[in-house]
């Protein structure tokens, strides 16, 4: 269940989009480029990406009772999404019925009743999942927060009717560039003055406008949005002929530097396989375009950014529900956001996207952009851990698990890369490791780990909420606390120090922890009642709605 990838000798089906490149390097795929380290990664690869840091961090602990979080081991997104022994696409997650089974046997599930567990859904949220992953979350991982490469910003699922959308939290698309212990030079760092005497204007970057993609997405509106910047960056090509305007002849397409290039892929997710002269292209652009497409994000943003180019984005929620990552009061530094009104105003014949940013943005400007990206690039990313500290971890994994292991031999996964594994000692011991650079997964878990602990009880939760208001009567005002919250530098809730502005925030956080939640109209409902939790099974179930007298009749 750990491992959902078709094996690396299985042949594909004709059909699917998945490619084996995807599969090296516990999930990074192929290297491409060891010096920058480029890498052929899979869109979809976040489960792998995360699981091999987690195994290694420093937070981890193999006593169940001193965990205050849980990580699923299962990439169910994955595993609805292709065959594990073929890469066709389905639409079922036979496996999802395993994993219930496991959950409902556990202890530590049920003490919480879920809410310290955490899923990796390697897909986006709104996609069409297998009838075994939604069995899992209706019926046993419906308090499971669950971290997604996109959240969709309207909280809309493929399971009908689901309640708990607030669960979900938007994290990094796994980006094609990673640190990795052989790099040479982090892909996001700022060039020196004399490796770019010709360019000096945009720190070595001798492409203006970049973007490669494909203008065949499911959206029609997409479509269309694309083939009008495709046409825009034409006309700044030599060979635009008599489409190129008179007033742009200062941003022509020259040996030395390209005012605009695009590129463009087939709409499937093994489109850039092998493209080692289209990736390393990010590395020497100054803005990258991100138009929407099936949804509000792109790979290819993430892309963007860990290289160091600015993504021109034309719609907020593309980043704006990366708020772990991405915080509000960044998003106008790391990326350019051109408005609706603005964007509809561009055109072939008139102003190009192109010359909108060389018009609006200046140089200086365009410098400090590029040092905030730099600044920040390396926590939207997925760090790799050395090959032979993450063999030694499995083998550690498998001998705690295994009581006895036979001599001479690894008792690792069969796919574990061989050349690592048999560097390793037989009687491995448990090692943590961290990146150099804060990545995407130190991120994630300090946010992990930062939800406020108290205890399980109800009481206990209610107890610590009364601290707020030792004067309020009657049931919990929601008002009151947010506006109590929001005007107290240091609210203390049972040792936990809320700063102002996020006290609120961190308060619904503290009484989810413990199975409670705070309702719009002030009651706090307990989540672990019985009453309450038969109510939302039948409410899931369709047994709570009113049924029509007759067969004509609607509801």
């Not at 297998?130 to 996109?150: F, H, S």
């Not at 040479?184 to 005497?197: G, I, Q």
């Not at 009481?459 to 005002?477: E, F, I, K, Q, R």
Request: charged share 20%.
């Amino acid at each position: 269940m750990n491992d959902v990838y078709p094996p690396p000798n299985a042949t594909l089906h004709p059909e699917s989009t998945y490619a084996h490149d995807f599969y090296p390097n516990n999930g990074a795929g192929l290297q491409l480029d060891g010096e920058s380290g480029l890498f052929q990664t899979w869109q979809f690869a976040l489960y792998k990406n995360m699981m091999q840091r987690l195994r290694c961090s420093k937070d981890r602990t193999f006593d169940p009772e001193e965990a205050t979080a849980f990580i699923i081991p299962f990439d169910c997104g994955v595993h609805s999404y292709i065959d594990h022994e073929n890469g066709r696409k389905r639409l079922g997650s036979p496996h999802g019925w395993i994993a219930k089974m496991l959950l409902e046997n556990s202890p530590y599930m049920q003490r919480r009743q879920g809410h310290d567990h955490f899923v990796i859904f390697s897909i986006t949220l709104y996609q069409m999942i297998g009838i075994g992953v939604k069995m899992l979350y209706q019926e046993i991982c419906y308090n499971c927060t669950t971290l997604v490469i996109e959240s969709s910003p309207a909280f809309v699922t493929s399971i009908s009717g689901w309640p708990y959308k607030n669960y979900w939290h938007a994290v990094p698309y796994p980006s094609s560039f990673h640190w990795w212990e052989g790099i040479k030079r982090v892909p996001w760092s700022l060039a020196d003055a004399h490796e770019y005497p010709k360019t000096s204007l945009y720190q070595g970057r001798d492409i203006f406008t970049l973007f490669i993609g494909s203008i065949r997405t499911a959206t029609v509106a997409a479509n269309r949005f694309r083939k009008d910047l495709q046409d825009q960056c034409l006309t700044h090509s030599n060979s635009s002929g008599a489409a190129y305007h008179a007033n742009r002849s200062s941003l022509t397409n020259t040996k030395d530097f390209a005012w605009c290039e695009w590129y463009t892929v087939s709409h499937t997710c093994h489109a850039l396989v092998n493209q080692t002269q289209l990736l390393p292209l990010y590395r020497r652009a100054v803005f990258c375009p991100a138009p929407v497409g099936d949804s509000l994000t792109r790979k290819s943003l993430f892309d963007a950014l860990v290289a160091g180019c600015i993504p021109v984005i034309f719609d907020r929620r593309s980043l704006s529900q990366y708020t772990w990552h991405v915080p509000a009061e960044l998003l106008d530094d790391l990326a350019v956001v051109v408005p609706k009104s603005a964007a509809a105003a561009l055109s072939p014949t008139s102003e190009t996207l192109t010359m909108f940013l060389h018009r609006t943005i200046s140089p200086a400007e365009i410098h400090r952009r590029q040092a905030v990206i730099a600044q920040h690039a390396s926590t939207l990313q997925y760090a790799l851990v050395p090959a032979d500290i993450y063999a030694n971890v499995r083998l550690f994994e498998q001998q705690q698990s295994s009581p006895a292991t036979p001599a001479g031999t690894l008792p690792l996964p069969g796919r574990l890369p061989p050349p690592s594994a048999a560097k390793v000692p037989i009687n491995a011991t448990w090692q943590p490791w961290e990146p150099p650079h804060r990545d995407a997964v130190s991120v994630i878990v300090d946010r992990l780990l930062g939800r406020p602990k108290i205890g399980s009880s109800s009481a206990a939760v209610v107890a610590a909420v009364d601290l707020l208001s030792p004067t309020l009567d009657g049931p919990m005002n929601s008002t009151y606390l947010r506006d109590f919250c929001q005007h107290n530098n240091n609210v203390v809730i049972d040792g936990v120090v809320f700063s102002r502005g996020l006290a609120w925030h961190r308060l619904r956080q503290l009484c989810l922890s413990a199975g409670l939640q705070i309702q719009h109209d002030g009651r706090i409902v307990d989540l672990l009642d019985p009453v309450y939790q038969q109510q939302q099974r039948e409410k899931r179930r369709g047994k709570g709605r009113p049924r029509p007298k007759n067969s004509k009749q609607r509801v």
